[in-house]
């Protein structure tokens, strides 16, 4: 292999600059990344300083004669079957290439993966190699991270009112009224996007212990002023002796269901088949056979509507 790497020298020494920056697109040396990359939000062993732009220059020339055939171009593994080095928990842990060092001087063998025979760098060599690699790392986002660049703004205003005004009398009236619970609807959320996802979803969860209309006490606005609050799930358990509790659900299943008093005391009930008979009360039942139904110029003419509501 060692053979190949030097006999591909000249040509990866010219094409190296091209195909990868010469800093990797890192961010300025002397100090930790800026932006999104890995050089923030990760463990301290992970976080290091760049080095200088000559070093990284080197780094990246000592890269592609001694490495890109194995690792890539853009180090996620090459031709050669080599690593992802940027995903590589030695390269993620590694400082100054103290870590990296010893496998370049002394190989690696493992099972199942294509061998990397010793190669005879200076150290030195090496540390650079390793500051290039950082520098590559430093401008990557964590896995599920944005893409670089500015915000998006995402404008999903673009339904129409007018008929959004009249899916609402025919699907929403019965229950909502833009003169009473939804008045000034528009004022409350910071943007048509929470505007929009707080229709659909019934304007919050209610019930569970510590959730909004529970336990937790009311939610607030992002203004700091009390939203509304939903009206929990609440049911009746009449027992088989005929004696009827009522209560916020908190719990139900095949087995066992429980509610919270008036009082706050919980009472549970062992059900067998239709022992003891419930009837529960679900505000946003509305809300949940409303989903099946809803499509997306329904959506979004409803939204368009409601950021009139101010």
């Not at 996007?193 to 939610?219: H, I, K, T, Y």
């Not at 002796?241 to 509610?259: A, K, M, N, P, S």
């Amino acid at each position: 292999m060692r053979n190949l790497i030097a006999a591909a020298a000249a040509l990866l020494l010219l094409t190296s600059l091209s195909s990868v920056s010469a800093d990797g697109g890192a961010p300025q040396a002397g100090g930790p990344p800026q932006g999104g990359g890995r050089g923030r939000g990760t463990f301290p062993a992970q976080q290091r300083e760049l080095a200088s732009p000559e070093t990284i220059q080197r780094g990246n020339t000592l890269y592609g004669i001694n490495c890109r055939l194995c690792h890539g171009a853009d180090l996620r593994g090459g031709d050669l079957g080599g690593i992802n080095l940027l995903r590589s928990q030695l390269v993620l842990n590694d400082q100054n290439g103290e870590l990296i060092y010893p496998v370049v001087h002394e190989g690696r063998n493992r099972p199942g993966q294509p061998a990397m025979p010793p190669l005879p760098l200076p150290e030195e060599d090496v540390k650079a190699i390793a500051a290039y690699i950082h520098s590559v790392a430093a401008t990557m986002a964590g896995q599920g991270g944005p893409p670089p660049g500015a915000a998006v703004e995402l404008n999903i205003v673009v339904g129409n009112a007018a008929a959004g005004q009249k899916y609402f009398a025919a699907n929403c009236a019965s229950c909502h009224s833009v003169d009473a619970d939804l008045k000034s609807i528009a004022a409350r959320y910071p943007s048509p996007v929470q505007l929009q996802n707080a229709w659909v979803a019934g304007g919050g969860g209610g019930g569970g212990r510590g959730g909004r209309g529970g336990r937790g006490g009311p939610a607030a606005d992002s203004n700091g002023q009390g939203a509304r609050v939903p009206k929990p799930v609440t049911v009746a358990v009449t027992a088989a002796d005929g004696q009827r509790y009522e209560g916020r659900l908190d719990r139900i299943d095949d087995f066992q269901v429980t509610l919270i008093q008036a009082d706050g005391t919980l009472k549970s009930f062992r059900r067998t088949g239709n022992v003891p008979a419930l009837q529960i009360t679900d505000p946003l039942e509305g809300h949940k056979k409303l989903l099946v139904k809803l499509t997306d110029k329904d959506m979004h003419d409803v939204t368009a509507y409601l950021v009139t509501l101010k």
